[in-house]
């Protein structure tokens, strides 16, 4: 009992002392009384057992550091991951730079693929044409890290909204990259100023074209005799849901 609760006994009603302690004969009761007076020290209201809080002192620690290691080691996991998605960007930007007529035209078939993690095991057989494949594993690790299950269903549907934000104007790569920078285990429209078609998709309610391409990337249906007043505030709700959802 002393180890289950980490607390020292209480000394004030020794009968429900006994009861906890399962001490129900008048010899038990009397053995009690015998180790509690040899063993353990009346410390004001309760009894205390120096060799049992040490111990409960050294468990205590380990845990704690190992919990500390544990958290050390997931931001260490998540900052090599950041830092991969910077690299990657800084050589897009550069590439971009050097040939600025250059257009990447991606696929939005799925395709079979075998993304290795650290440790060499794969995570899913299914990957977006066109996204790079390190990229998706980071993508991945950070879902996990997240308690998001990568489960085949689970990324179908991941990408399904990919292909739906790419028919709306926005770039995989580029919303994958935002997602892993902002630790979200699901993909959302660009919110940065989109170089490739000179619209701010961060204040698509500026504009009914904006707002329209919103709509569409989150695969909103239409409502007949909707105004834009109500189709922004249904937008916004679901931004809202999708964001702390």
Same mark, same amino acid.
């Given at each position: ?143 996990? @890290? ?63 074209? @904006? ?14 005799? @909707? ?19």
């Amino acid at each position: 009992m002393y180890y289950d609760t980490e607390q020292p006994l209480q000394s004030t009603d020794f009968n429900k002392l006994c009861r906890q302690l399962l001490a129900n004969s008048d010899e038990e009761k009397e053995a009690l009384r015998y180790v509690l007076s040899e063993f353990f020290t009346l410390t004001g209201d309760v009894y205390t057992h120096n060799y049992c809080d040490g111990q409960i002192e050294k468990y205590r620690t380990a845990t704690s550091a190992k919990a500390k290691a544990g958290l050390a080691s997931a931001e260490s996991k998540k900052k090599k991951v950041l830092e991969r998605v910077e690299q990657r960007t800084n050589k897009k930007e550069h590439a971009h730079n050097k040939s600025s007529t250059e257009t990447n035209t991606r696929s939005t078939s799925v395709t079979n693929h075998k993304p290795l993690t650290n440790n060499h095991k794969p995570i899913t057989t299914l990957k977006p044409t066109g996204v790079p494949s390190e990229l998706w594993d980071d993508f991945l690790q950070i879902r996990k @890290e997240l308690k998001a299950r990568n489960t085949e269903r689970a990324i179908k549907s991941l990408v399904t909204e990919l292909e739906k934000l790419q028919e709306a104007g926005h770039d995989m790569t580029q919303v994958i990259e935002q997602s892993i920078r902002s630790s979200w285990k699901d993909v959302y429209p660009i919110k940065a100023k989109d170089k490739a078609n000179g619209h701010d998709s961060s204040k698509w309610w500026e504009s009914d074209q @904006e707002t329209l391409a919103m709509q569409k990337s989150l695969g909103l249906s239409s409502i007949g005799g @909707e105004s834009w007043k109500d189709l922004r505030g249904r937008i916004r709700i679901e931004v809202e849901r999708r964001t702390h959802g």
